[in-house]
């Protein structure tokens, strides 16, 4: 931190300290940081728990971490990256771009590391947030706004005897990069997204990895490769350029999001054109038709997020390398045992389980009380999981919760960051027009809002596809599908610009 937040005036016991506190600093936060400095906003504090800016750039650096889509995409629409090194950035390079925004727009000046919030509450007579911090004096703020993430808090496995594992637990959100594989012993469990570009990278260094699979992923061939200095140079000396390679880039995307998955109940051919696409790739690297039918999904593609791989399904074809698809009964000291009695002996124990998604611990991240003293995630128990335009929920005023239901739009979080920067802009420069010290959404709003949705999903792959198998985190506890909104992008970007401003109150 570079120097102490600027703060509001001196505040009196119902002032707060802070005209805006937004907490965590990753590409969500940082980006609500820029806009509130558009509109003239510049007393504000960021909280983070983490060490450093960057958010899940910042948390996971396990080997072989990269984007999941093309680069050229995976960047703020207003600060593009003409110096990717290759088609899909690995994670370092996400990293120095995140301190590369830090830096360019003075964000350090506002960020406090090392800062674990643990509940925050509004106080309806002063209008005003309070925020409380673990070890740490309270702070107070007019607007909060929550940028925790939505996969950033690692999710153990629930296995009877992990506890009791002797050696080495690694989990992949949380690399330990003092720790040497070689000829290790190694066991990683899931083979979601992180695992697939996990396990590719550490096999050759292993002595013996086993894989355990609970739900196969679909992996799709991955056209990467390294971008030439010429087409660097060529993005940073006419920037139309690179708009043109994103928007190309985003319009193959979107087309897959919304024909092959919002439109699935008219289009559904369209998703089995791409499951023959991944099994032909399969079949053209494994040879063993068992073990092709466990690497199998028996779900259709869509349900859960797919990803790209060259290296995934090779891997499998090592000698020191198994896929175990028996469920695990128990962990032992030095090994895993699965239900049919088969141990296998291990010295490193690597979690690739994903994140806490419905969880309370990230749904929302830490209390948040609002009007009458009502908690956002009992609200959510009690109502079913519902925002308004993703960001704002009744009873919760001057409140943004970036991830909220419904706030998740196309493949890329950069389009998500776009479209609620702009709203926050709409909403918040309507606040200040008014001289306002308060917003809220209207109840009625947000259920309209929220059917809208829940009629779109009626097309949907979530809707009409075979999901039941894919222990999916687009779905929430109820099986609603709330996680994604079932509209375009270029919908989500409008409608942030459009919004009708009476669906809030201002006070």
Not at 255 to 279: P, Y
Not at 405 to 414: I, K, Q, V
Request: glycine share 6%.
């Amino acid at each position: 931190m570079s120097k102490a937040p600027q703060k509001s005036a001196p505040a009196s016991p119902k002032t707060p300290e802070y005209q805006a506190i937004i907490v965590g600093t990753g590409f969500g936060g940082m980006g609500a940081a820029i806009q509130l400095n558009r509109l003239g906003i510049t007393s504000i504090l960021m909280l983070d728990e983490a060490s450093d800016v960057g958010g899940t750039w910042h948390h996971n650096s396990y080997p072989g971490i990269a984007v999941d889509i093309p680069s050229v995409t995976y960047s703020y629409s207003f600060e593009p990256n003409p110096y990717w090194s290759r088609i899909y950035a690995p994670g370092r390079e996400l990293k120095a771009y995140a301190h590369h925004v830090a830096q360019k727009y003075n964000l350090r000046q506002y960020m406090r590391f090392n800062a674990l919030v643990e509940k925050s509450v509004y106080d309806e007579e002063g209008q005003f947030w309070t925020v409380s911090i673990q070890g740490q004096a309270p702070v107070t703020a007019r607007i909060l706004i929550l940028a925790t993430g939505f996969l950033s808090h690692p999710k153990m496995p629930d296995i009877k005897g992990i506890e009791n594992f002797a050696g080495k637990v690694i989990h992949t959100a949380r690399w330990d990069h003092t720790y040497d594989l070689n000829s290790k012993r190694a066991a990683v469990i899931g083979t979601g997204a992180t695992s697939v570009q996990l396990v590719p990278e550490i096999a050759p260094k292993l002595a013996q990895l086993d894989v355990y699979q609970r739900t196969a992923i679909w992996v799709s061939p991955k056209n990467d490769s390294k971008i030439a200095k010429s087409i660097q140079k060529l993005f940073a000396s006419l920037p139309e350029s690179q708009k043109i390679a994103r928007f190309a880039s985003s319009s193959v995307l979107e087309l897959m999001m919304v024909t092959g998955v919002l439109h699935n109940k008219q289009l559904s051919f369209l998703n089995k054109s791409i499951e023959f696409m991944c099994r032909a790739h399969m079949r053209r690297v494994i040879k063993d038709p068992v073990l092709r039918e466990k690497l199998t999904p028996h779900y259709d593609f869509g349900c859960k997020r797919p990803t790209f791989s060259n290296t995934f399904y090779p891997t499998f074809n090592r000698k020191n390398v198994e896929l175990v698809t028996t469920s695990i009964d128990h962990i032992e000291a030095d090994g895993i045992v699965t239900q049919d009695g088969v141990k296998r002996k291990i010295d490193t124990l690597i979690l690739a389980t994903g994140f806490k998604v419905w969880e309370k611990g990230n749904f929302p991240a830490f209390d948040v009380i609002g009007k009458s003293g009502i908690e956002l995630g009992a609200w959510w128990d009690d109502n079913g999981f519902q925002s308004y335009e993703g960001l704002s929920v009744p009873n919760f005023p001057n409140l943004f919760n970036l991830h909220s239901p419904y706030a998740y739009s196309g493949f890329s979080y950069f389009s998500v960051v776009d479209y609620q920067m702009a709203h926050i802009e709409r909403c918040l420069g309507e606040m200040i027009r008014l001289d306002a010290t308060s917003f809220e959404v209207n109840a009625a709003a947000n259920s309209t809002f929220t059917d809208r949705m829940k009629h779109k999903l009626d097309s949907s792959i979530f809707t009409n596809g075979n999901c039941a198998s894919a222990n999916s985190y687009y779905f929430n506890p109820q099986g609603e599908a709330t996680l994604l909104r079932p509209t375009t992008t270029y919908n989500a970007m409008h409608a942030s610009h459009t919004f009708p401003l009476s669906d809030y109150q201002f006070a």
